[in-house]
């Protein structure tokens, strides 16, 4: 297996722009997890999905993000419009059953200027 | 009460030394605490993880010794290597989170040659 795939791996975007990352997980893994990891705030919890349905939303920052799990092999987490203070590295993780195991992304670094 | 502090944030260790990284909980409700070691440039990955029936876990040269009484967990790292030089969390979750996890804050352990 290829392990869970992000894309991009870089985004550079201008403020006021629609971002979307997007993530595949390993097949078989139906509990999915999106992080944001800055040095001020660490790893942070964004939002998860168990079968396709999001559980906890309530890391997600602002309205302006957003989040969608349409099928159990693709995700996407926009943000609109971006902001500066978005920038930050974006990880996925899936697990499965229970999900005690997280196997993450390799994550994509989001610079909005 | 979900929080998990750790410390320290950074720590500095010859080769050969023992490195110990430090966690602490409150919820009680917690019952499964991975480490997951961070590599620059990539995701988080599992390393070891303990649950409250045992007092130490040891997978090779890394040990997890668990306090339930103290609510407080630590990372061993015996004979370190300058390949450890790495970013390490710590983290906790409970039955019915669907693998939620809360993590630490991070240390950043370097190994001196």
């Known amino acids: 297996d290829a392990g869970v795939i992000q894309s991009p791996r870089h985004e550079v975007t201008e403020m006021g722009q629609e971002v979307t990352l997007r993530c595949k997980p390993i097949s078989g893994h139906n509990s999915l997890f999106w992080y944001r990891q800055t040095m001020m705030r660490g790893l942070e919890l964004l939002i998860y999905?168990?079968?396709?349905?999001?559980?906890?939303d309530s890391g997600m920052p602002e309205d302006r993000f957003s989040a969608k799990m349409p099928n159990a092999s693709f995700s996407t987490l926009k943000i609109q419009p971006s902001e500066p203070r978005d920038s930050a590295v974006y990880f996925c993780?899936?697990?499965?059953?229970?999900?005690?195991?997280?196997?993450f992304g390799p994550g994509t670094r989001l610079t909005v200027l | 009460q979900q929080q998990v502090k750790q410390s320290p944030q950074s720590l500095i260790v010859q080769k050969g030394g023992i490195s110990i990284i430090n966690c602490a909980y409150e919820n009680t409700a917690f019952d499964y605490f991975p480490w997951y070691q961070q590599f620059p440039g990539k995701g988080p990955a599992l390393l070891i993880a303990?649950?409250?029936?045992?007092s130490e876990k040891k997978e090779g040269r890394f040990t997890i010794s668990f306090n339930k009484s103290a609510k407080q967990f630590s990372l061993h790292i015996m004979d370190s290597q300058p390949g450890d030089s790495a970013t390490y969390f710590c983290a906790a979750s409970r039955v019915t989170s669907y693998g939620k996890l809360t993590f630490g804050q991070g240390t950043i352990l370097t190994v001196h040659p």
């Open positions: 303990i649950r409250p029936d045992v």
């Open positions: 999905f168990n079968n396709n349905v999001p559980i906890d």
């Open positions: 993780a899936g697990a499965q059953g229970r999900g005690d195991t997280q196997y």
